[in-house]
Nanobody, 122 residues
Framework: QVQLVESGGGLVQAGGSLRLSCVASGRTFSNYAMGWFRQAPGKEREFVAAISWRGRTYYTDSVKGRFTISRDNAKNTVYLAMSSLKPEDTAVYHC????????????????WGQGTQVTVSS
């Protein structure tokens, strides 16, 4: 069992920055691929970024060049640094873990955090 707790969300103006954190507890964090997903009201949960246990990163096209995913295995933490934020980035952001290679499909992940709200005002 892996427990995930996100933090760092908030209200920011367009063009601003936020850094989300996700702290994991339970199993060996370093063995897990980690992903960030987001869900806006009335929309499906969508892939944002993922990182393998070795640190290889993956991004959806809409956030490339603006978001950076990273991990600190010593702290059992994965981060999502977000810059040049846009109103369309507004959503609840969830981190997720799976004991395999990264995937862009939410159903592929075994463990989820409760989410943190990111609101970008225009």
């Amino acid at each position: 069992q892996v427990q995930l707790v996100e933090s760092g969300g908030g209200l920011v103006q367009a063009g601003g920055s936020l850094r989300l954190s996700c702290v994991a507890s339970g199993r060996t964090f370093s063995n897990y691929a980690m992903g960030w997903f987001r869900q806006a009201p009335g929309k499906e949960r969508e892939f944002v970024a993922a990182i393998s246990w070795r640190g290889r990163t993956y991004y959806t096209d809409s956030v490339k060049g603006r978001f950076t995913i990273s991990r600190d295995n010593a702290k059992n933490t994965v981060y999502l640094a977000m810059s040049s934020l846009k109103p369309e980035d507004t959503a609840v952001y969830h981190c997720a873990a799976r004991n395999s290679v990264p995937d862009w499909v939410p159903a592929a992940y075994d463990y989820w955090g409760q989410g943190t709200q990111v609101t970008v005002s225009s």
